[in-house]
């Protein structure tokens, strides 16, 4: 069924024109994710496969391919430790697609090509999936698809001229994009109505994730200051009320128990502690999240969370700590809703195995705390009074607030509270806590992140890694666990006014948290506005909002499984549509002067004067002037301007064209049969 | 001309249609006042290979969009499987409603490649590119057809047997734009070829005119006769006798017309052949024809119904031959 092979003529340089460009569009965005190495490797064998076609070079044999694709095999092994999992096999794909560049010369190449880039490009959205990523991707789509045309257009001319030659791209990059712009309205049913399972099917590759980043489950000193340096959103805030003054917003994550040398990390799940009780005054503040995945389990929620108003995701469950975890890590971005209350009080009674966690320490290490501590003890401070003289030293001393502190020695408490003095949030909130267990004080660290930044277009708080924070909670009588955040009195800007505020080294951080160019920052938000509706809206499209749209859109409630039979007449309905649009004769396009012209065939052959179908317009013209002598000069005169129009469109200007349109129709409209 | 086609050993020809073939089950757009329209239900369509691989494509999309969650990779998707779709329309509709329209067939003697020409015409203002042409998968022909315009297909068939020779179905088919989909339909079209008889091979020496009471006869010799004088050019006259010089003095072509050659007629008879094989007898009958008009004579041709007065030149030539291929 296939067309002989044979007429390969001269199909090969639009092709791989079409081919390198949209290929170079993939390998551009690749090399955001990917080794170097790879998009490198593609461009030397592009410029190969192009030097080959434009000076006839003959093709790489066998005996220089096979070595080639072992070592470029080898190198994807050597780079990323496998040939499987996320990275390594879209590498793999990677340089295998550019080395086969060197052997694609036959129709069946060229499309085969195609198709295996086709499925290269769309993978790149495993690795992001932000708008200027789809546009590209649109755009490489457009240049593979017009490479396929261009592939499909087989033709016997071999010697063609230079102008027809440059005008094949334009037709077939036309075409391209007509296809893809008529198959456009299909993308939009199915994807609305594509019934969505929520995945996985089966496992996920464990690299998949990797580039996620967000808070861990552990903390040493460095950690939080590294996620600082990342301008990602961590997740984004809808408020239902105002949103709350900036030192209101304590966003609590991961609760830190167990202390390891200078590591913290979250109490044992073995160890089953009772539920802190929750009392909670004042009204609450409700508000969605719109949480980015970041491949954990934590759930993030202001500063107090009351669980039973607050909508969380199916499985999610709160731990004593008010920490709250889903079942599954956030791999997809997901919305939740949650009501919190700024003023309540927290574990009212301390259970004896808390006071035990409470106050874990290693023994045997940073000796000069201890010795502080016990200095307190045996001035018989209170805890209150503790908390003061601690968060009095860091604001009285000379304690800096900076992204970059220097290395801690082997007593990393002692090394920072007594030497270097220059840390940032884990350093101060670790320290505290060390120093309040030292000197029996119930304490624990409170990762999260702090403040965010109001987007005026959309009126929703951004909230970045770069505003992780650690913070402190110390257990008082009658208080309960109470906030403490050392940060606050060393730089009480951070606090009030956000990171970019707060640091005088502020070049470390990114961009977009600096407090400098205005301008810069106002155009980001229109631009987070848009890209906010684009998560909502095209990247959060789930089950959920699924279901919920059809309701909206059909009135009524809808099973999971209604949503197949409407995808199945929708789609037969478009397709007839669509297929009647193409494919009916009727469609036949007229330009207008055709369109006047059948208006005065109408008028004759309501006079009896009917229209041969091979019968040229100046005979059939002359034709009617005998039969109609009264309107013969008229006739002649619109049958010879119709005439000169259809052959001399090209020659002559626009302004020429319309008017003698404008004359044609003038002349039909007066003719009088 | 064939070498060694061995003409008796043909007398039962291959039909042009196959009735165990399935393809022969197929619809057929027929001729209708000499002009063949490819309706919608003459189109058929099927995946090319690449059309499988591509909906493999979507298949692998599809389910790494499901297990990772991504959404925008549905979206691609879906995009790429609307781009399946429509190129499925756009190839349909690259071939629906186009017309054929047969064209003369120059005639040739058979075990030559008969040519026949036809021209495929748009009249839906569209554009159709790479439209293929071929009779049962053997001879191909790809063009370009303009909007409103028409293209020209050739498709050479090697004739066996004198007479018409029909052109068999033609298939016409096209991948444009996306190669993924095969649309083709089979049309009939009114091409016929006039196939002459074939000459046979033997050269055998002409009959002569001095046998009395042969059939065949030659009533002078030629090559000594006088120079007579000058005829007015005519087709078919030989460019060996037009006189060149005598031309570019005077207005016209002019021939040179050589003595006794008016009066001396050869009749090529058809019962001067012999033996019991009739397409054989034409087979020499043919090649004394072809001889006698190499050599410029003046030849009648007898044959057992009719005969044709002895003249010379191409028309002549052609009439003749005509006779032979349809006896």
Redesign the interface.
Same mark, same amino acid.
């Given at each position: 069924m296939t067309n002989k092979a044979g007429t390969q003529t001269n199909l090969s340089m639009h092709a791989i024109i079409w081919l390198l460009l949209s290929l170079s569009i993939t390998f551009t965005l690749y090399a955001f994710n990917l080794e170097n190495w790879v998009p490198a490797c593609f461009v030397v064998f592009a410029i190969w496969r192009y030097l080959i076609e434009k000076n006839n070079w003959s093709y790489p044999t066998l005996w220089l391919r096979f070595p080639l694709t072992i070592a470029g095999g080898l190198a994807v092994l050597l780079t990323y430790g496998s040939l499987f999992g996320r990275d390594a096999s879209v590498a793999l794909l990677a340089v295998m697609i550019s080395m086969k560049l060197l052997e694609t010369r036959t129709k069946r190449d060229f499309i085969v090509m195609v198709i295996l880039s086709y499925f290269l490009t769309v993978n790149i959205l495993l690795f992001t999936q932000a708008i200027w990523v789809f546009l590209a991707v649109l755009l490489a789509l457009t240049g593979l698809t017009a490479c396929l045309i261009s592939v499909s257009h087989q033709s016997m001319q071999t010697n063609i001229s230079t102008q027809v030659w440059k005008n094949h791209f334009k037709v077939q990059v036309k075409l391209a994009g007509k296809l893809l712009l008529q198959a456009t309205p299909i993308m939009l049913v199915l994807f609305v109505l594509f019934p969505r399972i929520p995945g996985p099917i089966w496992g996920i590759p464990q690299d998949s994730y990797s580039g996620m980043t967000g808070l861990s489950d552990s903390m040493e000193p460095g950690n939080i200051s590294q996620l600082s340096l990342s301008s990602k959103i961590a997740f984004r805030v809808e408020f239902k009320s105002a949103i709350p003054a900036n030192n209101q917003l304590y966003w609590r994550g991961p609760v830190l128990w167990h202390q390891e040398g200078r590591r913290w990390q979250m109490a044992s799940d073995r160890i089953p502690l009772p539920m802190e009780t929750l009392q909670t005054s004042g009204s609450a503040t409700d508000y969605t999240i719109t949480l980015e995945p970041h491949n954990r389990n934590w759930l993030l929620m202001l500063d107090l969370p009351e669980i039973s108003a607050s909508t969380l995701p199916a499985e999610a469950r709160v731990k004593h700590d008010m920490q709250v975890l889903s079942k599954e890590p956030i791999r997809t971005r997901i919305r939740y809703q949650g009501s919190s209350y700024l003023q309540y009080k927290l574990g009212a009674e301390l259970s004896e195995h808390e006071r035990t966690l409470a106050l874990q320490l290693i023994e045997d290490e940073n000796p000069k705390t201890r010795q502080l501590a016990a200095q307190w003890i045996s001035e018989k401070k209170s805890p209150t009074a503790m908390v003061e003289a601690a968060l009095k030293m860091f604001r009285e001393q000379e304690f800096v607030y900076t992204l970059a502190p220097p290395r801690l020695g082997k007593e990393p408490v002692d090394d920072f509270l007594f030497n270097t003095k220059r840390g940032f949030c884990e350093h101060y909130a670790s320290s505290f806590v060390y120093l309040m267990r030292a000197a029996g004080v119930p304490a624990r660290i409170v990762t999260g992140y702090q403040g965010g930044e109001i987007n005026p277009n959309g009126n929703y708080l951004i909230v970045r890694q770069s505003d992780a924070h650690a913070w402190a909670e110390v257990w008082l009588q009658d208080r309960g666990w109470v906030r403490v955040d050392p940060t606050s009195a060393v730089s009480p800007d951070r606090i009030e006014m956000g990171i970019g505020a707060a640091l005088t080294d502020s070049d470390l951080l990114p961009l977009l948290s600096r407090q400098d160019y205005p301008m810069l920052k106002h155009l980001y938000m229109n631009w987070d506005a848009v890209n906010n509706g684009w998560n909502q809206w095209v990247l959060g499209y789930d089950q959920a909002k699924q279901l919920a749209l059809l309701k909206k859109l059909i009135n009524k409630d809808i099973a999971w499984e209604d949503i197949g039979l409407i995808l199945v007449v929708s789609m037969i309905a478009l397709m007839l549509f669509v297929s009647y649009l193409l494919l009916s004769n009727k469609g036949m396009v007229l330009n207008p002067s055709n369109r006047i012209y059948q208006q005065f065939l109408k008028k004759l052959a309501k006079a009896g004067v009917t229209k041969l179908k091979h019968e040229g317009a100046i005979s059939f013209g002359q034709r009617a002037a005998k039969t109609l002598p009264n309107q013969a000069s008229e006739i002649l005169e619109i049958s010879a301007l119709y005439s000169s129009m259809q052959y001399a469109k090209q020659a002559n200007s626009k302004i020429t064209n319309i008017q003698s349109l404008n004359l044609l129709k003038q002349l039909v409209n007066n003719l009088k049969v | 001309m064939a070498k060694g086609l061995n003409l008796s050993s043909d007398t039962s020809l291959k039909p042009d249609f196959k009735l165990n073939s399935p393809k022969t089950w197929f619809r057929t757009a027929i001729a209708i006042d000499s002009t063949t329209t490819l309706s %919608?239900r003459h189109i058929y369509i099927?995946p090319? %290979?690449?059309g499988w691989?591509?909906g493999l494509?979507l298949i &692998?999309?599809l389910? &790494?969009s =499901? +297990?990772?969650? =991504?959404?925008?990779?549905? *979206? =691609?998707?879906?995009?790429? *499987? &609307?781009?399946g779709? =429509? &190129?499925m329309?756009?190839t349909? %509709?690259n071939l *629906? +409603?186009l017309k054929i329209e047969a064209k003369r067939a120059n005639p040739v003697f058979a075990g030559e490649q008969a040519v026949f020409e036809f021209n495929v015409i748009d009249d839906? +203002? %569209?554009a159709r590119?790479?439209i293929?042409a071929a009779f049962a /998968?053997k001879e191909? /022909?790809?063009? /370009?057809i303009p909007a409103l315009g028409e293209s020209t297909f050739r498709l050479s068939l090697p004739s066996q047997k004198r007479g018409w020779l029909k052109a068999p179905r033609i298939t016409l088919?096209t991948?444009?734009?996306?190669?993924l989909f095969?649309v083709?339909a089979y049309a009939e079209t009114e091409n016929q070829c006039l196939i002459y008889p074939h000459p046979s091979l033997r050269s055998q020496i002409l009959p002569s005119a001095d046998t009395d009471g042969a059939t065949g006869q030659l009533s002078t010799t030629q090559g000594d006769d006088d120079f007579a004088g000058h005829l007015n050019y005519q087709f078919g006259d030989s460019p060996k006798r037009i006189d060149w010089k005598a031309s570019s003095r005077e207005q016209g072509m002019l021939v040179k017309q050589f003595q006794g050659e008016a009066s001396s007629t050869l009749w090529l008879d058809f019962n001067a052949t012999t033996g019991n094989n009739i397409e054989l007898r034409i087979s020499q009958l043919t090649r004394w024809l072809v001889d006698a008009d190499a050599q410029q004579l003046k030849y009648g041709l007898r044959l057992p119904q009719h005969s044709i007065q002895p003249n010379s030149g191409a028309a002549h030539y052609h009439q003749c031959l005509t006779a032979l291929a349809l006896m």
């Amino acid at each position: 069924m296939t067309n002989k092979a044979g007429t390969q003529t001269n199909l090969s340089m639009h092709a791989i024109i079409w081919l390198l460009l949209s290929l170079s569009i993939t390998f551009t965005l690749y090399a955001f994710n990917l080794e170097n190495w790879v998009p490198a490797c593609f461009v030397v064998f592009a410029i190969w496969r192009y030097l080959i076609e434009k000076n006839n070079w003959s093709y790489p044999t066998l005996w220089l391919r096979f070595p080639l694709t072992i070592a470029g095999g080898l190198a994807v092994l050597l780079t990323y430790g496998s040939l499987f999992g996320r990275d390594a096999s879209v590498a793999l794909l990677a340089v295998m697609i550019s080395m086969k560049l060197l052997e694609t010369r036959t129709k069946r190449d060229f499309i085969v090509m195609v198709i295996l880039s086709y499925f290269l490009t769309v993978n790149i959205l495993l690795f992001t999936q932000a708008i200027w990523v789809f546009l590209a991707v649109l755009l490489a789509l457009t240049g593979l698809t017009a490479c396929l045309i261009s592939v499909s257009h087989q033709s016997m001319q071999t010697n063609i001229s230079t102008q027809v030659w440059k005008n094949h791209f334009k037709v077939q990059v036309k075409l391209a994009g007509k296809l893809l712009l008529q198959a456009t309205p299909i993308m939009l049913v199915l994807f609305v109505l594509f019934p969505r399972i929520p995945g996985p099917i089966w496992g996920i590759p464990q690299d998949s994730y990797s580039g996620m980043t967000g808070l861990s489950d552990s903390m040493e000193p460095g950690n939080i200051s590294q996620l600082s340096l990342s301008s990602k959103i961590a997740f984004r805030v809808e408020f239902k009320s105002a949103i709350p003054a900036n030192n209101q917003l304590y966003w609590r994550g991961p609760v830190l128990w167990h202390q390891e040398g200078r590591r913290w990390q979250m109490a044992s799940d073995r160890i089953p502690l009772p539920m802190e009780t929750l009392q909670t005054s004042g009204s609450a503040t409700d508000y969605t999240i719109t949480l980015e995945p970041h491949n954990r389990n934590w759930l993030l929620m202001l500063d107090l969370p009351e669980i039973s108003a607050s909508t969380l995701p199916a499985e999610a469950r709160v731990k004593h700590d008010m920490q709250v975890l889903s079942k599954e890590p956030i791999r997809t971005r997901i919305r939740y809703q949650g009501s919190s209350y700024l003023q309540y009080k927290l574990g009212a009674e301390l259970s004896e195995h808390e006071r035990t966690l409470a106050l874990q320490l290693i023994e045997d290490e940073n000796p000069k705390t201890r010795q502080l501590a016990a200095q307190w003890i045996s001035e018989k401070k209170s805890p209150t009074a503790m908390v003061e003289a601690a968060l009095k030293m860091f604001r009285e001393q000379e304690f800096v607030y900076t992204l970059a502190p220097p290395r801690l020695g082997k007593e990393p408490v002692d090394d920072f509270l007594f030497n270097t003095k220059r840390g940032f949030c884990e350093h101060y909130a670790s320290s505290f806590v060390y120093l309040m267990r030292a000197a029996g004080v119930p304490a624990r660290i409170v990762t999260g992140y702090q403040g965010g930044e109001i987007n005026p277009n959309g009126n929703y708080l951004i909230v970045r890694q770069s505003d992780a924070h650690a913070w402190a909670e110390v257990w008082l009588q009658d208080r309960g666990w109470v906030r403490v955040d050392p940060t606050s009195a060393v730089s009480p800007d951070r606090i009030e006014m956000g990171i970019g505020a707060a640091l005088t080294d502020s070049d470390l951080l990114p961009l977009l948290s600096r407090q400098d160019y205005p301008m810069l920052k106002h155009l980001y938000m229109n631009w987070d506005a848009v890209n906010n509706g684009w998560n909502q809206w095209v990247l959060g499209y789930d089950q959920a909002k699924q279901l919920a749209l059809l309701k909206k859109l059909i009135n009524k409630d809808i099973a999971w499984e209604d949503i197949g039979l409407i995808l199945v007449v929708s789609m037969i309905a478009l397709m007839l549509f669509v297929s009647y649009l193409l494919l009916s004769n009727k469609g036949m396009v007229l330009n207008p002067s055709n369109r006047i012209y059948q208006q005065f065939l109408k008028k004759l052959a309501k006079a009896g004067v009917t229209k041969l179908k091979h019968e040229g317009a100046i005979s059939f013209g002359q034709r009617a002037a005998k039969t109609l002598p009264n309107q013969a000069s008229e006739i002649l005169e619109i049958s010879a301007l119709y005439s000169s129009m259809q052959y001399a469109k090209q020659a002559n200007s626009k302004i020429t064209n319309i008017q003698s349109l404008n004359l044609l129709k003038q002349l039909v409209n007066n003719l009088k049969v | 001309m064939a070498k060694g086609l061995n003409l008796s050993s043909d007398t039962s020809l291959k039909p042009d249609f196959k009735l165990n073939s399935p393809k022969t089950w197929f619809r057929t757009a027929i001729a209708i006042d000499s002009t063949t329209t490819l309706s %919608r239900r003459h189109i058929y369509i099927l995946p090319t %290979r690449f059309g499988w691989l591509y909906g493999l494509l979507l298949i &692998g999309l599809l389910t &790494g969009s =499901i +297990n990772y969650s =991504i959404s925008l990779g549905f *979206a =691609i998707t879906f995009l790429l *499987a &609307g781009l399946g779709l =429509i &190129g499925m329309l756009h190839t349909w %509709r690259n071939l *629906a +409603n186009l017309k054929i329209e047969a064209k003369r067939a120059n005639p040739v003697f058979a075990g030559e490649q008969a040519v026949f020409e036809f021209n495929v015409i748009d009249d839906s +203002n %569209r554009a159709r590119y790479s439209i293929f042409a071929a009779f049962a /998968d053997k001879e191909s /022909d790809i063009q /370009d057809i303009p909007a409103l315009g028409e293209s020209t297909f050739r498709l050479s068939l090697p004739s066996q047997k004198r007479g018409w020779l029909k052109a068999p179905r033609i298939t016409l088919s096209t991948e444009f734009p996306v190669s993924l989909f095969h649309v083709w339909a089979y049309a009939e079209t009114e091409n016929q070829c006039l196939i002459y008889p074939h000459p046979s091979l033997r050269s055998q020496i002409l009959p002569s005119a001095d046998t009395d009471g042969a059939t065949g006869q030659l009533s002078t010799t030629q090559g000594d006769d006088d120079f007579a004088g000058h005829l007015n050019y005519q087709f078919g006259d030989s460019p060996k006798r037009i006189d060149w010089k005598a031309s570019s003095r005077e207005q016209g072509m002019l021939v040179k017309q050589f003595q006794g050659e008016a009066s001396s007629t050869l009749w090529l008879d058809f019962n001067a052949t012999t033996g019991n094989n009739i397409e054989l007898r034409i087979s020499q009958l043919t090649r004394w024809l072809v001889d006698a008009d190499a050599q410029q004579l003046k030849y009648g041709l007898r044959l057992p119904q009719h005969s044709i007065q002895p003249n010379s030149g191409a028309a002549h030539y052609h009439q003749c031959l005509t006779a032979l291929a349809l006896m």
